[in-house]
């Protein structure tokens, strides 16, 4: 039991309740747990006695993260990165899935976003049964629940997939572009083979804040991009091509050798590990 935990639950009387509300903001604030905000929401319910201390006690101690033995479920990352733990579904049981999900979703006082990605029809219906606001995208195989419209970002982020083929990964650096509280919009299907198909949304790509380009085969689309805009470029080589491609590292060595300076490279198919740098710069 921590030290704050003994103290906090000593109290009887209005004075003894005074102290103790502020040891807990001692306790807090030596752990770093919160933000000021919603450790005062706390405070503040306690006083109306619509919380106990008890339970706030309980909820300023989760806030770290919570040991499902399985999983440590990190309440904090959206108070150090500006977003929630993301989920990634791949190689996790449909139980644990639901489980680190049900985590998120107790902590009341928190309204972010949950992203689950890399999921696929069995994970979405375990997710389902926990809440009912859950959302499957079947072509990325990513599950969303949105609980906060917040737009956080400063600009609109372009995703621009060079080929159809592509659209999987480009969908997911979208989809999460957007649970993450920025304005994103697509641009699909314009790689070299057909430049004119690119040249025709100069406009579009001339307004972005921050570009996600994503390309299979030679990788070639993120230079060409890079060349025509003055702002930063995310390259998300894919696996898409044939024997020569290497699985997407024919692409990911084009992408890191371009020429266009303005062009930085995330590991293949991550579309979105190139949505979250994409918000993050889209945020400052």
Same mark, same amino acid.
């Given at each position: 039991?921590?030290?704050?935990?003994?103290?906090?639950?000593?109290?009887?009387?209005?004075?003894?309740?005074?102290?103790?509300?502020?040891?807990?903001?001692?306790?807090?604030?030596?752990?770093?747990?919160?933000?000021?905000?919603?450790?005062?929401?706390?405070?503040?319910?306690?006083?109306?006695?619509?919380?106990?201390?008890?339970?706030?006690?309980?909820?300023?101690?989760?806030?770290?993260?919570?040991?499902?033995?399985?999983?440590?479920?990190?309440?904090?990352?959206?108070?150090?990165?500006?977003?929630?733990?993301?989920?990634?579904?791949?190689?996790?049981?449909?139980?644990?899935?639901?489980?680190?999900?049900?985590?998120?979703?107790?902590?009341?006082?928190?309204?972010?976003?949950?992203?689950?990605?890399?999921? *696929?029809?069995? /994970?979405? #219906?375990? @997710?389902?049964?926990?809440?009912? %606001?859950?959302?499957?995208?079947?072509? =990325?195989? $990513?599950?969303?629940?949105?609980?906060?419209?917040?737009?956080?970002?400063?600009?609109?982020?372009?995703?621009?997939?060079?080929?159809?083929?592509?659209?999987?990964?480009?969908?997911?650096?979208?989809?999460?572009?957007?649970?993450?509280?920025?304005?994103?919009?697509?641009?699909?299907?314009?790689?070299?083979?057909?430049?004119?198909?690119?040249?025709?949304?100069? *406009?579009?790509? /001339?307004? #972005?804040? @921050?570009?996600?380009?994503?390309? %299979?085969?030679?990788?070639?689309?993120? =230079?060409? $991009?890079?060349?025509?805009?003055?702002?930063?470029?995310?390259?998300?080589?894919?696996?898409?091509?044939?024997?020569?491609?290497?699985?997407?590292?024919?692409?990911?060595?084009?992408?890191?050798?371009?020429?266009?300076?303005?062009?930085?490279?995330?590991?293949?198919?991550?579309?979105?590990?190139?949505?979250?740098?994409?918000?993050?710069?889209?945020?400052?």
């Amino acid at each position: 039991m921590e030290r704050g935990e003994t103290q906090f639950r000593s109290g009887g009387n209005a004075s003894q309740d005074g102290r103790n509300e502020a040891r807990v903001i001692e306790f807090a604030a030596a752990k770093e747990l919160m933000e000021p905000r919603e450790l005062l929401k706390i405070l503040q319910r306690v006083k109306e006695k619509k919380l106990s201390p008890e339970e706030a006690l309980r909820r300023v101690k989760h806030l770290p993260f919570e040991d499902l033995d399985f999983a440590k479920v990190d309440h904090h990352r959206a108070l150090r990165q500006g977003f929630s733990e993301v989920v990634f579904a791949k190689g996790k049981t449909t139980g644990q899935v639901a489980e680190i999900v049900k985590a998120m979703l107790r902590k009341k006082d928190s309204r972010h976003n949950v992203l689950i990605t890399r999921a *696929d029809v069995k /994970a979405f #219906a375990a @997710v389902k049964r926990i809440s009912k %606001g859950a959302k499957f995208h079947p072509l =990325s195989g $990513v599950i969303t629940i949105e609980r906060n419209g917040a737009k956080t970002g400063k600009g609109t982020i372009v995703v621009v997939s060079a080929g159809t083929s592509d659209i999987p990964v480009a969908e997911e650096a979208l989809l999460t572009a957007r649970i993450m509280g920025n304005d994103a919009e697509h641009l699909y299907d314009v790689g070299v083979a057909g430049i004119h198909r690119l040249l025709q949304h100069k *406009d579009k790509l /001339a307004h #972005a804040r @921050v570009i996600i380009c994503v390309a %299979g085969m030679e990788g070639a689309l993120p =230079s060409v $991009v890079g060349g025509l805009v003055a702002v930063p470029v995310i390259a998300v080589p894919t696996s898409v091509g044939y024997g020569a491609s290497f699985g997407g590292v024919a692409a990911l060595l084009g992408m890191l050798n371009s020429c266009a300076s303005n062009v930085t490279v995330v590991n293949i198919d991550n579309g979105f590990g190139a949505a979250c740098v994409a918000s993050c710069i889209n945020r400052l």
